[in-house]
């Protein structure tokens, strides 16, 4: 396969991994107070992304991709709140796993490997295009 190609192959690959990271970042992040709905009920659990390499046969490159979302097994955070409607019986409070300095760095370092693989489309569509202007000149 065209290296051009593969290399399409692979950001365009990281870009729709990233993609994913970035919604289960944002769902955590958007789910970071959201007690159980009923006294003593499990709150929100946060999600996890898992990432697998995978080959590729048609163009011979290995690319990542989303191997499963799971949920954080981490305790849940309790909180003394006996006016909650989801407090149990002492008053307690289970608030959800998610650390927001936590999906705060994941969706900074998510986003910096999207950008990056961004770039490395433009780069290939830049010498893409220098190869085909080269190419015409020659003529």
């Not at 396969?1 to 970035?22: C, E, F, V």
């Not at 946060?46 to 990542?64: C, I, M, N, P, Y």
């Not at 780069?123 to 020659?138: C, E, I």
Request: no cysteine; hydrophobic share 40%; aromatic share 4%.
């Amino acid at each position: 396969m065209d290296p051009l190609a593969a290399s399409l192959k692979i950001a365009s690959a990281g870009l729709a991994a990233q993609s994913t990271r970035l919604r289960v970042v944002s769902e955590n992040m958007a789910n970071a107070f959201s007690t159980g709905k009923t006294p003593g009920a499990e709150p929100y659990q946060r999600k996890t992304v898992s990432f697998a390499s995978e080959l590729d046969r048609a163009s011979g490159t290995t690319l990542v991709k989303v191997s499963s979302i799971g949920v954080d097994s981490s305790p849940f955070n309790v909180e003394h709140d006996p006016g909650n409607r989801a407090a149990d019986a002492k008053g307690d409070v289970k608030l959800p796993n998610v650390n927001m300095l936590v999906e705060l760095a994941d969706m900074r370092e998510a986003n910096r490997a999207y950008e990056a693989d961004l770039q490395v489309m433009k780069q290939v569509r830049d010498l893409a295009s220098m190869t085909v202007d080269l190419l015409k000149g020659s003529l």
